[in-house]
């Protein structure tokens, strides 16, 4: 596992090493990190094998696939395969990866906050799917927070992307606007409900990424991705992380076989706050209000 930035970002010379202070630095004006080889041969194998036996042509969101939901955000995005790490145990051993997790305590805890797996999914996208730009550094919410302040960071939220294929030109890349996390004004272009892709909007860049690296940013940051044009399918595997003040997006319980099997520390990011009933009191799903996103 290697940390990568594009070219521009380093100063000419040999090839060397940077310091924490350069990365922290690099991560800071940016908003973003490239993570060289952070999934084997054999992980990407078994994730591409759960894709090809699960990706059925009468697939469509609201299925259930034991405690994984078939889910999208859109008619465009593809489909996503939420709470993903219910689906096996390639997927539970990435929930605290050492290629990241130490780089996202790093940033997001700090004092009493502990790491909260606010989202993850399986995401498949074939030819004309992509995602709208959104976001930036003038959107208001607390998984867009980015600050140094005091010696400490605080952010809301930093997303892991995973190629699971190689995504290039016309791959439908992930785009985004390095720096817009920091930026006071609105993004001109984005806007969730006008479907502007990467393609349309100005400032963005496209992530090329060879299968088994990762796409490491803050949710801050500017971003949406291409429309893919070439032909076969986009894979991406995205966790994303938040303080456990946060609550999760889509507020998956984790089932009973999944907590059996994580270790401590897998737990306490998978649940770092437990459910708190009374004696003999259990949780039934069809008293809480349906999410309209969440299906």
Known sequence: MTLSHTPELLASGPARTLTQIEEDYLFDLYGYRIIRGVLAPEQLAAINAYADLHDTPNRKPGDWLGNVEVHTYGSQDGLNFQNIIEGGSVFEKLIDSPAWIEQVQRY???????LRIDECFLNLRNRGGFIPVHSGGATVRATGTFRWHTGQWSLGQINILMAITDIGPGDGPTTLAPGSHHSSMHHPNADWAANVGGHQAIAMQEMHLHAGDALMFTDAICHGSMPRTNPGQRRVLIYRYTPHLVASRLNFVPS???MARL??????????????LRPGRILKSDTFPHDPIGG
């Open 108 to 114: 997001i805890v700090q004092g009493d906050h502990h």
């Open 256 to 258: 009973e076989e999944l």
């Open 263 to 276: 270790t401590p520390t897998q737990r306490q990011i998978v649940q770092p706050v437990a459910p708190r």
